[in-house]
Structure formats: structure tokens, C-alpha cells
Nanobody, 125 residues
Framework: QVQLVESGGGLVQAGGSLRLSCAAS????????TGWFRQGPGKEREFVAG????????YYGSAVKGRFTIARDNAKNMVYLQMNSLKPEDTAVYYC??????????????????WGQGTQVTVSS
């Protein structure tokens, strides 16, 4: 059984930075594609970033491209989301997700079988 646990959320002022972490148990991140999604108040779940199984290819949603970076540490079996230049509209619950069926990450949340419980990120103006 695969479990994903996010951490690192919090309250930050606009323009600030946060780094989210996702820890996996039961399977290594190098064996499945990984994605970060977010869901703001009253909004649908949105793709934020993705990482291929190889760890080489990265993908970003248009709203965060150039500001967020996804990365993986195989030795620690962790995936990170570095978020810079945060904006109030980035406020959301952020989820780490895993797709064991593909080598590359997709933006469709229905493709992902593994989900963490989420971590709240709040950006004040």
C-alpha cells in the first residue's frame, strides 16, 4: 500500500516562498510519475506540476510556470515543490499524487491513483 504525506504548507506574504515536501512509503517515487495539484476555495482541483518516472522531464501548469519548481530526491524518497513569488491566488490545499500507470506525468487528476491528505498554503496580500 502506497502512502503519500505532504508537509511544508503555511501562511506566507505575497512575494514570498515556500517549499512543500511529499514523502512516500510503500513504493519509491522513481517507480511512478508524480504530480502536484491544488484546490482553492470553491474551485476545481488544478494541475500544478508533474515529474516523469525518470525524474528528467518536468511539467507545469500555466498559472505557476516560471515560479514553481518540482524536484525529487531519490536517496530520501521525497518530492518537493519549490514555490517562489507567491500570489494570493496561489492560496489552496496542495496535494501530492502518484500515477503508477505512466512514465510521464499528466495534468488529469483522474490518472492518479495515489493521493496525500493535502497541505494548506495561504498567501496574504
Amino acid at each position: 500500500q502506497v502512502q503519500l504525506v505532504e508537509s511544508g504548507g503555511g501562511l506566507v506574504q505575497a512575494g514570498g516562498s515556500l517549499r512543500l515536501s511529499c514523502a512516500a512509503s510503500g513504493r519509491t517515487f522513481s517507480s511512478f510519475a508524480t504530480g502536484w495539484f491544488r484546490q482553492g476555495p470553491g474551485k476545481e482541483r488544478e494541475f500544478v506540476a508533474g515529474l516523469s518516472v525518470s525524474g528528467v522531464s518536468t511539467y507545469y501548469g500555466s498559472a505557476v510556470k516560471g515560479r514553481f519548481t518540482i524536484a525529487r530526491d531519490n536517496a530520501k524518497n521525497m518530492v518537493y515543490l519549490q514555490m517562489n513569488s507567491l500570489k494570493p491566488e496561489d492560496t489552496a490545499v496542495y496535494y501530492c499524487a502518484g500515477d503508477p500507470g505512466r512514465a510521464i506525468s499528466t495534468s488529469n487528476s483522474r490518472d492518479y491513483d495515489y493521493w496525500g491528505q493535502g497541505t494548506q498554503v495561504t498567501v496574504s496580500s
